[in-house]
């Protein structure tokens, strides 16, 4: 009887490593090439030879085998160079297979161990933000969302980070779509004072929800974006005012800009 031929894994047996894989030259070329291309919106063969600091030629001879297999094309009539409908079909069997929730686990990790308090992750619904994932921290006292939670885009780090990225006419649809809910004190339910917050926000890079949604609970979150630097959500640490202190607001805020950063990057997203 003939014994079925064991199915190979992705590496030879005779891989050693990077150095090895780093030998394939021309690989590597191409690859530089296409990326230049997808960064630009129409190149000459001298800009991406240029670039590339490869000789026009072998650029061309690049350039051609791309062309063959669908990853650029060639505009005869302005001589320029775009991106293939091939890398479209490419990106987009990714997307159906990245799994936000799952690729941005070890990135809030990471953030709770480097911060000590709790690390969420959010979506943006169309009328709210939605708690879908939570790396809790060690401490006795600490931040508890259920996931499916839902809370207010005005009323909540994610969602204060998701409207500072977005054109104030969508801002104000979704506003008086939703409304502006006073849950404490502190709730920004003025439309001009959310307005200002959101411009500082936009700046910075990172929200604070300073008690504006539970009393004594404050949360500093950044935005996820996607492949067309849309915010789709966001990545928030929170916990009780006695440990996010207003003094630790600015160590903890970079952190959470980079983690959101992260995630976006993970999920082939683009940070405006």
Known sequence: MKTAEKRQRGRPRAFHGPAEAASVQSLDRALRILAIVADGSGLSLSEIATTSGLPASTAYRMLSTLENHGMVEFDSTDQLWSIGVETYRMGAAFLRRR????????????????????????????????????????????????PGTRSSFHASGIGKAVLAHLEPQRVGAVLRRTGLERFTEKTLSDVSALARDLVTIKLRGWSVDDEERHPGMRCVAAAIFNEFGEPIGGVSVSGPTVRVTPERLAEIGPLVHDAAAAVTKMIGGRTP
């Open 99 to 146: 799994k936000l929730v799952d690729r941005a686990r070890i990135v809030m990790q990471e953030l709770m161990e480097k911060t000590g308090e709790t690390a969420n992750l959010g979506v943006a619904e169309d009328d709210c933000v939605v708690f879908v994932s939570q790396v809790e921290t060690h401490q006795a006292i600490r931040a508890f969302f259920r």
